[in-house]
Structures are given as structure tokens and as C-alpha cells.
């Protein structure tokens, strides 16, 4: 098992939550849920006051239902409820750390559009997702790399499970851990203007982006690696003339929430050094963790991917200097730091982290926020 | 009742039911409906991750229902030992083929296996690797294969509304039979 170093105490001052966040920003949340994954994506504005939000897992329906009820009280709410609030669930795989939730926030939430993996699971919380999804009347989605859905200006990527390993599902040897629907989000990209009655697109650097890994392990992320290859521009006059070839660099992140709680098998060093992440989040348990999440060698790997020290022999710098934390972190007042959210302008310039003291069994209540420095 | 059809007509009223439990004298050669439903979740190094729920009992749509989140307990167990015990006491719960059952018994575990097991866990621990196979109490029935069956329908009822008549299915069925075993015969 890791032993993870307490953070300073004093790089966690207390503040407002709710006055970091602007209107045109996104605000990211990874609950802590123990060895589970609960994350709640907040879109930008769509109407003065008004946002809607993406789900992506729900380890247990109280805690994501309870930040709902937090983020919609108050006399100038986050998030005020409305209709059709969550345009989009996605339960990533079918293990109960992950879906156990999701049927309760179907019925109480009525999503518009469910995303899960077409991994068909004899597992408890999969009968009762399918029950719920039978009963709520909601479209449903079993999609694989490539798929794109625009929510406004924020777009989402699929990029696992590639097509191949959802050909393989689960009779040949794909691991329900493989079936995991990972994601890209990036914004903005409503990237184009009018002006004088004409459309034209508009070349901005690269967008905002956050790569949500839920429990893919080594095989899909080479198969992510082969979807999205990283391509150099081509620099021919005629390529640059017709803004042809200019290079992608699809898996490079803002934000990367580390797949599989830091599992040895949820990552490699290049995937990290492909995405170099200014933030790298891991959800889990740590001392209460049944499989010794975080795992010593998959952290070893992110450290060096975001730092080499291979060569130089030099000692990595401190977790939260790499942008590195975990939900199941802890100050050195051995206060528990609990859920992560991120605030995030659409310049990429703000990327404020945001700590709230929650253990896995309590609700996030935004009066305990602290801002890392 | 909720609005459960996609495409399609809606379907008649359904009379109310008591929920029995699943397979109960219908699918298994004994009556395991006391037992928990065991899946294993995750295989890692030596040890064996579980989710523990009460055993299902069945909608009146046929749907098979667990209860709350709150009723699923998550454990972690030694990987070995199960295995010893699977290999020593594992029953079949369906006919099958013969030489199937043996070659089952001895299958190694993997993740989607689906045991009816009389579990003595402790209360409020996860980590039972030290307990070996004492969580287990009696033998261990595999059901992973009716599991997945019922996996697969409960994802189609999902999907796909309203549920095709047995006799739209014998009909099917019938014309497309299924290819001879054998060869026919070369003239």
C-alpha cells in the first residue's frame, strides 16, 4: 500500500466556493466515496442563473443526491432544479462501486439520456440500473470510441471502450473493468463567430479538457492510444495555406481523474506523459481501501511521467506540487481533505481546487470548503 | 404502474403478485432461496473481491429485483481458499452435459460468477481475507450461468420494450432450426 504525505496544512485556506464560481465556468466535482467513483460535471450558464449538469457514476445515491440538494439552496444557488437538469448519465461500467447509485438517481432525477457500456453484468446494482432504466422511459446510448455528443459549448468525447474490445464483450476475455466508458470533455468549443451576416470558424488554442478515466485498465488505454493518435503538423506552406494538417494532440489534459482509483493496472507512464495533466485526481480508500488503493507503483509512474527523475536521480517534488490528489488525502492536522471540485475557466487561466472535509459516509457541505493555494 | 414501453403498444395491467424468490423450483435442482447471491466483482493477485446481496426475488414483469443499495455489501476474500472450496463443494445447480459438471467444479474463478452461498459475514468488515473459506458456510452453488441469462434479458427488456410472445419465439424458432450434429451422409 502507499503511504501518501500529509499536505501542509496551511496551503488550504477557507473561502467562499460559491463566489469562485463564474458563470461561464465549468465546476468539477469528484465526491468521496471510498474506492468508488461519484462525479458531478457542472456546464457553463446556459440562461442567467441557470446550468445544467452531467453525471458520470453514482458509487452510492446519497452522496450525489445530497450535493444536488446543496448546490440548489441558498438564495443564489448553483445549481437551481429545473426539468431537465441532467441531460446526461453515464454509468461507466457495470461494477457496484460505480452504478450501486445510479437507479435511485434515475427515479428521482429523470435524467434525459443514459450512457453505460452494453457490457451485460450478473451483478446486483446492473438488474436494478437495467430495472430503472426499463421504468424511467429514458433514451439509451451503449457507445464506443469516437461517439461525440455537444452539450452547448461543452463537448463530450467517448474514448473507450475502441470498437474491438466491445466486439469482445464479455465472452472473450474482456474484464468488466475494460468495458469502461471513458470520457473527453472540453470547452469551449462553440468555436466560431458571426459577423456581417457570415460564419467562420475561429482558431483558438486548445480548449479547456478533462479526461475521466473511470476503471479502464492498460488494455483499453492502448486501444484509446491507437484511436487517438497523437499527429504532428504537417508545416508545408500548402497545408498552412488551406489550415490543413495542423496537428492533434487529442489525449493531452487539463485534468485527468486517474482511472481505476490508482490501481497498478489503470495506468502507464506514457498515457501520463501523452496527457500531462496540471491535475491528476484519484478516487479512493487508502486505509480502508480492500484493494490497497492507491497502488505504491501506479503513483510511482504518474510522479514520473508528470516529473522525470529517472535520469537526474533527483527525488520527486511532493504530490500536490505535481497537481496529484486524492479524495482519501489528509492535511497535516490529520484532517481528512474528502471531495474534490474544480473550477474552471474557459481560458483554462483559473483551475481552482477546492477541498470540502467530507468522509466517505457524509454529505459535502460547502460551508467547510478550503481553497489549495 | 410506471411508463415502461419504448416502442409498441402499452402492455395490459398485470395482477399483483407476491414476489417469489428467483429459480425457486423452477430453475435449480434445490431450493438455495435462503442463501445470498455472490458475484465475484474483481480478481487481484490473491485475493478475490465479492458483492453480497440477499438472494433476488422476481417482479411481477419477471425483472429480478435486489432490494436497496443499502442491502449489497462489498467484501474482500482470500482467493485460494475459495478456490479450494469451490473445487471441494461446488454444486451445479442445472443439469448439464456429463464430464461438464466436473470440468465446471475445477474452472478457475473470474470475475462474473455468480454463487448461491450461506455466508457468515462479519458484521461491519469488508477485508475477510484472513478468514479463508470460513465466510462459506456448506456448499457452494454456481448459478453463473441462469445469472447471466437473466443479465442479458434484464438488458434487452431495457432496450428493446416489449417482451416477444412464447409463441412468436417457437415460431421463430422454427424456422430457423437449428444445423444437423452430424454431416449428412456423402451420396
Known amino acids: 500500500m502507499a503511504e501518501l504525505k500529509a499536505v501542509p496544512k496551511d496551503l488550504l485556506k477557507s473561502g467562499a466556493f460559491l463566489d469562485d464560481c463564474d458563470p461561464d465556468d465549468l465546476v468539477y466535482f469528484l465526491l468521496n466515496v471510498g474506492d468508488g467513483d461519484a462525479q458531478v460535471l457542472l456546464l457553463p450558464e446556459d440562461s442567467p442563473g441557470k446550468r445544467q449538469a452531467v453525471v458520470v457514476d453514482v458509487a452510492k445515491s446519497s452522496k450525489t443526491l445530497d450535493l444536488f440538494k446543496t448546490l440548489a439552496a441558498g438564495e443564489k444557488p448553483l445549481l437551481p432544479d429545473r426539468p431537465d437538469l441532467i441531460p446526461l448519465v453515464v454509468a461507466s461500467h457495470p461494477h457496484e462501486d460505480h452504478i450501486a447509485g445510479i437507479p435511485k438517481l434515475l427515479k428521482e432525477k429523470a435524467p434525459e439520456e443514459i450512457w453505460e457500456p452494453g457490457y451485460y453484468y450478473p451483478g446486483a446494482g446492473f438488474f436494478s440500473m437495467m430495472q430503472a432504466i426499463e421504468a424511467a422511459k429514458i433514451r439509451h446510448l451503449q457507445p464506443t470510441s469516437g461517439l461525440v455528443r455537444f452539450i452547448g459549448p461543452v463537448k463530450i468525447t467517448v474514448l473507450s471502450p475502441g470498437i474491438s474490445l466491445r466486439n469482445r464483450f464479455d465472452s472473450y476475455g474482456i474484464d468488466t473493468n475494460n468495458s469502461s466508458i471513458a470520457l473527453k470533455v472540453e470547452y469551449p468549443m462553440n468555436r466560431y463567430v458571426e459577423r456581417n451576416g457570415d460564419r467562420s470558424a475561429v482558431k483558438l488554442p486548445r480548449p479547456v479538457r478533462l479526461l475521466l478515466g473511470a476503471d479502464a485498465q492498460t488494455l483499453s488505454w492502448a486501444q484509446v492510444q491507437i484511436d487517438f493518435p497523437q499527429l504532428e503538423a504537417n508545416g508545408s506552406a500548402v497545408a498552412e495555406a488551406l489550415q490543413k494538417a495542423n496537428g492533434v494532440d487529442p489525449l493531452k489534459a487539463d485534468l485527468f481523474k486517474i482511472a481505476h482509483h490508482g490501481s497498478k493496472h489503470g495506468i502507464s507512464l506514457e498515457l501520463i506523459e501523452l496527457a500531462k495533466p496540471s491535475l491528476s485526481l484519484v478516487s479512493s480508500d487508502l486505509a480502508g481501501s480492500r484493494y490497497g488503493f492507491p497502488h505504491l507503483v501506479a503513483l510511482e509512474q504518474i510522479r514520473e511521467a508528470l516529473e522525470a527523475t529517472t535520469t537526474s536521480g533527483k527525488k520527486h517534488s511532493d504530490d500536490w506540487e505535481l497537481g496529484l490528489h486524492y479524495t482519501c488525502g489528509v492535511d497535516t492536522a490529520k484532517a481528512e481533505l474528502g471531495s474534490i471540485a474544480v473550477v474552471l475557466s474557459k481560458t483554462g487561466r483559473k483551475k481552482s481546487i477546492w477541498r470540502f472535509g467530507d468522509s466517505p459516509s457524509q454529505s459535502l457541505d460547502l460551508s467547510g470548503a478550503r481553497r489549495f493555494a | ?187
Do not use: N
Not at chain 2, 395491467?13 to 425457486?24: F, H, L, S, T
Not at chain 2, 419477471?62 to 471441494?88: K, N
Not at chain 2, 445447480?93 to 457468515?120: C, H, Q
Open chain 2, 1 to 187: 404502474m410506471p411508463q415502461r414501453i419504448l416502442y409498441g403498444p402499452p402492455l395490459p395491467p398485470r395482477a399483483a403478485e407476491p414476489r417469489r424468490p428467483w429459480g425457486k423450483g423452477y430453475i435449480f435442482k434445490e431450493d438455495i432461496s435462503d442463501r445470498d447471491y455472490v458475484v465475484v466483482e474483481e480478481v487481484a493477485d490473491e485475493y478475490v473481491g465479492i458483492a453480497v446481496s440477499p438472494w433476488p426475488r422476481v417482479c411481477e414483469d419477471g425483472g429480478l429485483d435486489f432490494g436497496d443499495e443499502e442491502d449489497r455489501r462489498p467484501a474482500l476474500v482470500d482467493r485460494t481458499s475459495f478456490q479450494r472450496r469451490l473445487a471441494d463443494r461446488r454444486v451445479v445447480a442445472y443439469e448439464m452435459p456429463a464430464g461438464a459438471e466436473e470440468a465446471l467444479r475445477a474452472r478457475p474463478l473470474a470475475s462474473g460468477d455468480v454463487f448461491a452461498i450461506e455466508t457468515k459475514l462479519p458484521k461491519g468488515r469488508e477485508d475477510l481475507r484472513d478468514e479463508k473459506a470460513g465466510w462459506i458456510k456448506g456448499t457452494v452453488v454456481d448459478v453463473t450461468a441462469m445469472a447471466r441469462d437473466a443479465a442479458k434479458a434484464s438488458m434487452l427488456a431495457a432496450l428493446s420494450g416489449t417482451p416477444m410472445s412464447v409463441d412468436e419465439a417457437t415460431a421463430l424458432s422454427e424456422s430457423h432450426p437449428e444445423p444437423p450434429a452430424e454431416p449428412p451422409p456423402q451420396a
